[in-house]
T-cell receptor, first 112, second 110 residues
């Protein structure tokens, strides 16, 4: 069963705007990860945030984690057309870190 | 170059036929995984292996089989029992914190 649910399912913005995607999950986690997938390609790891962390940055990416609400958000600042892709959150449960459970993803379209 | 190689990129299956998707990694990772992705959907776990000669069923293992005879290789067989095999299949490996994905195999039914 899929643990993560992303919101919104699809997002369209103009270049230069910020994009925010949200992820909710159901069980206690060890860590939460965000991935990017260009159309028809494999996944690229973006960032990992551990359950004892609240915020993490990587370049134009900012991830927050609220374990009390079982939710995370991914913010992409100053978006570019090249950011157009699907973005997935994935969680490793605290009781079983052996596997990742993926959400349904957010399709981001950035218009030039 | 270190990474994960999946082959073939495209695969076609006839009715009643078994097909095998290849996944090879040279990252020296112990853990390997197979996921299935349907159009507009997230990834669902088929099988995973934490160590050579051992593997575990994921959420949708029915109609699939795997083997892990070597650390570098984790082939997935889509059997004739899988009635809806058309999907994008992704292989991944992990060192525990770092996860790496192959480029995927797109399987279609003739």
């Amino acid at each position: 069963s899929q643990q993560g649910e992303e919101d919104p399912q699809a997002l369209s913005i103009q270049e230069g705007e910020n994009a925010t995607m949200n992820c909710s999950y159901k069980t206690s986690i060890n860590n939460l990860q965000w991935y990017r997938q260009n159309s028809g390609r494999g996944l690229v790891h973006l960032i990992l945030i551990r359950s004892n962390e609240r915020e993490k940055h990587s370049g134009r990416l900012r991830v927050t984690l609220d374990t009390s609400k079982k939710s995370s958000s991914l913010l992409i600042t100053a978006s570019r057309a090249a950011d157009t892709a699907s973005y997935f959150c994935a969680t490793a449960a605290s009781y079983n870190t052996d596997k990742l459970i993926f959400g349904t993803g957010t399709r981001l379209q950035v218009f030039p | 170059d270190g990474g994960i190689t999946q082959s073939p990129k495209y695969l076609f299956r006839k009715e009643g036929q078994n097909v095998t998707l290849s996944c090879e990694q040279n990252l020296n990772h112990d853990a390997m995984y197979w996921y299935r992705q349907d159009p507009g959907q997230g990834l669902r776990l088929i099988y995973y292996s934490q160590i050579v000669n051992d593997f575990q069923k994921g959420d949708i293992a029915e109609g699939y089989s795997v083997s892990r005879e070597k650390k570098e290789s984790f082939p997935l067989t889509v059997t004739s029992a899988q009635k809806n095999p058309t999907a994008f299949y992704l292989c991944a490996s992990s060192s525990g914190l770092g996860w790496y994905f192959g480029a995927g195999t797109r399987l279609s039914v003739l």
